[in-house]
Nanobody, 121 residues
Framework: QVQLVESGGGLVQAGGSLRLSCAAS????????MGWFRQAPGKEREFVVS??????YYASSVKGRFTISRDNAKNTVYLQMNSLKPEDTAVYYC????????????????WGQGTQVTVSS
């Protein structure tokens, strides 16, 4: 029901910034919880940040550096990444959860194809 397309990845020096975008199709986008995940080479996919029920949730590794926001009129979710570190290098994925609850379970139904973020030292 929902298709997600990420963009905005690229190569940036440590300490720099990037903004990722996730464009969504679907009639019920505004009612979905949205999240960002990432997967580094040789590692499992990990949670980065989400927005659900009007609240933002952050992994401790990115809190204070990354922020998530959404523009329902544009069917778009953003991930602003500041003070980037080499360990932030990963493929970043956008995901949508039709169960927009802050109580769980947290099961994401739809995923984008990912966008590469590379941070040089």
């Amino acid at each position: 029901q929902v298709q997600l397309v990420e963009s905005g990845g690229g190569l940036v020096q440590a300490g720099g910034s990037l903004r990722l975008s996730c464009a969504a199709s679907g009639r019920t986008f505004s009612s979905y919880a949205m999240g960002w995940f990432r997967q580094a080479p040789g590692k499992e996919r990990e949670f980065v940040v989400s927005i659900r029920s009007g609240r933002n949730y952050y992994a401790s590794s990115v809190k204070g550096r990354f922020t998530i926001s959404r523009d329902n009129a544009k069917n778009t979710v953003y991930l602003q990444m500041n003070s980037l570190k080499p360990e932030d290098t990963a493929v970043y994925y956008c995901a949508a959860d039709s169960n927009n609850s802050d109580n769980g379970p947290f099961e994401y139904d739809y995923w984008g194809q990912g966008t590469q973020v590379t941070v040089s030292s």
